[in-house]
């Protein structure tokens, strides 16, 4: 059998499947029996789930829940877990188009005729189409929306001075004075201590 991409032919139940998990507590193993037990999913045509999720890597060989399977169950990462999980189930669609979740229907059709050599009106061609659109709606592509911290960046003149944070300059008034004294000639110390004395009592004091 050709290595088609994965696929379910009731692939309605797809989403209604995807959506128990994520309301269900994660199983130890995900079982025929915990489909059809614990999330209600009893008739035949949900038994394919299984080795389907196990294409997508939300599933182990062992059926054992991946990382993958649990951060999809996690609200705030749940729409990145399963585009991952859509890059890798349908990798050689993503390998001839990396925005392949962008096309079209009609697009997406040609894209997988090309891939797999289905004709148009192939039953086979129709559920990877739909599993892979069905599996579109819960995922988030644009990792451009994933919240990021971004650390503020000091401004020049606090790594300058290595202060922690930028402080506003202290606003004063310093004045200077520059005096020109024309001394007597005498020799007389007296003189020289009474004219000392004075600028010392009016210009230096505070």
């Known amino acids: 059998m050709p290595d088609y991409p994965p696929f379910m032919n009731a692939y309605g139940n797809i989403g209604k499947i ?3 998990i994520k309301e269900a507590q994660t199983p130890e193993r995900f079982t025929q029996d915990y489909l059809g037990t614990k ?3 009893t008739g035949g045509s949900a038994t394919p789930f299984i080795p389907f999720a196990k294409r997508l890597g939300l599933l182990g060989s062992d059926g054992a829940p991946t990382d ?3 951060r999809f169950r996690n609200p705030s990462q749940s729409g990145f877990a399963m ?3 859509i890059k890798t189930g349908y990798s050689a669609l993503f390998e001839r188009n990396e925005y392949a979740y962008e096309l079209d229907h009609g697009k997406l059709v040609g894209l997988t005729m090309e891939v797999t050599g289905l004709a148009r009106d192939n039953g086979t061609l129709r559920s990877i189409v739909g599993s892979f659109e069905t599996l579109k ?3 988030q592509f644009d990792t451009a929306s994933v919240p990021t911290e971004i650390p503020k960046e000091k401004s020049s003149e606090s790594r300058d001075s290595g202060a922690d944070e930028f402080r506003e300059p202290e606003v004063g008034l310093n004045l200077s004075y520059t005096i020109y ?4 000639k005498t020799d007389d110390i007296a003189v020289f201590n009474a004219i000392f004395k004075s600028l010392r009592e009016n210009f230096f004091r505070r």
């Open 18 to 20: 995807l959506s128990k």
């Open 39 to 41: 999330l209600g999913f």
């Open 68 to 70: 993958l399977y649990k």
């Open 83 to 85: 585009a991952e999980a």
């Open 137 to 139: 709606t819960f995922a």
């Open 181 to 184: 004294l024309n001394l007597p």
